[in-house]
């Protein structure tokens, strides 16, 4: 069945009478499945005003404009039930208009507990917008959200109040549910990483000279393919205009250490997410790492990121706990290395 008799009320042949959409039809259009439109429509009563011969679905133009309300509404995180309701209003008041764009429809508060697909608790409600939408694999509707969010709030917000929440409870209820939710969890970090790293676009060293302080590295340690933190901090330093080198993940040692030498960092990043792949030599390593003429030699300072550092004693290390303390001091770092205007 084609696109077409979504939208000709006439259906495929002109002047034909016409009986309605299938519920498949319905549900590839929508990016939903079959089971998901007949479980609305028996808990929230949103089913098709036509059933052919008593038994088989056959949706209208107005059904269709119903559910396509319901499907925004879920998207910007209401709760279905809510959103049922929104959508229901809304087909029979059409002047009405759509329920608000933030998807609040008269809650007042930006926060829902209602139980969604994910176990996502006393979340945004932006976190269950973009959780449904990504459980739906919703590819369109899951970037836009994170473009949106990070245009709206800026990106240390975007990334600790949305972001991260949202690819918590997707990986908990990976977890939880065998091999289920992994294609969620990719798609989802794939899209997060797309809109950071669009963020994170470099615009040049924004004046860095050979004699002023050297950008910010960030890498991985051996061992380390979780780089969306990483991707987040860039994405940070961008919006500071600061320049950086990423490296990504598993970075070998001797290539760090021979990056490190040639670039003359202001700051090293070295990132961490288990206890087994966290290396307090190599930081060490970096950290005495000099360059620079006798008398004027010089060492970046050395941030260590991420969970697998829990316990690892560090002196002269930073260890900022959040996002924002990390920008904080990368670029208190960063200035610290610039050259005094009076010398």
Known sequence: MGES????????????????????????????????????????????????DGRHRRWTPQDVAMLEEMCR????????????????????????????????????GRRSRAAG????????????????????LDAPAVEDRLTSLVEQYGLVVAWEEVMVPTLHA??????????????????????????????????GDFGAGACG?????????PGEQHTLPLEALDAGLAELALPTRMFGGAVPVEALAAA?????????????QARSTASLPLAR??????????????RPAVLLGGPGWAGHQAPGMLRPPDLRDALAA??????????????
Request: charged share 20%.
């Open 5 to 52: 008799e979504l939208s000709d009320p006439r259906g495929p042949v002109s002047g034909r009478p016409w009986t309605g959409v299938t519920t498949g039809a319905l549900a590839r259009r929508l990016g939903v499945s079959p089971s998901t439109l007949r479980s609305w429509d028996r808990r929230y009563g949103v089913g098709p005003a036509v059933r052919a």
């Open 73 to 108: 509404l879920t998207s910007a995180g209401v709760p279905p039930a809510e959103a049922a309701r929104a959508a229901k209003e809304a087909s029979a008041h059409p002047a009405t208009g759509p329920a608000p764009a933030d998807g609040r429809t008269g809650t007042g």
């Open 117 to 136: 697909a994910l176990p996502l608790g006393d979340a945004r409600q932006e976190c269950r917008g973009l959780a449904r939408a990504a459980v739906r």
């Open 170 to 203: 997707v990986g908990r209820k990976w977890e939880s549910s065998g091999d289920r939710y992994v294609e969620v969890e990719h798609l989802l970090s794939w899209h997060v990483s797309t809109v950071l790293r669009r963020a994170a676009r470099p615009a």
């Open 213 to 221: 302080p050297g950008p910010v590295v960030l890498a991985c340690v």
């Open 260 to 272: 490190v030498r040639r670039l003359g960092p202001s700051a090293v990043v070295l990132w961490s």
């Open 285 to 298: 390593h970096i950290a005495g790492t000099h360059w620079g003429v006798k008398g004027a030699r010089r």
């Open 330 to 343: 990368l670029a208190g770092a960063y200035d610290a290395g610039e050259p005094d205007p009076g010398t």
